[in-house]
């Protein structure tokens, strides 16, 4: 049997503030991530056998 999963704990005061200014920064991949990524894709697509 699986065990419970606990409740996420709430952030409060300073950890709040800082999980909000991490969310808000732009963090863009970069050409090579993005490259790598399509490639993967790509492969995966090409392996189906069904349309889309």
């Not at 800082?18 to 399509?38: G, I, M, P, Q, Y």
């Amino acid at each position: 049997m699986a065990k419970p999963i606990a409740p996420t704990p709430v952030l409060k005061g300073e950890a709040a503030i800082d999980f909000l200014k991490e969310l808000s920064k732009n963090k863009k991949a970069s050409k090579e991530e993005t490259e790598r990524v399509n490639k993967g894709a790509d492969r995966i697509q090409s392996m189906l056998t069904f349309t889309i």
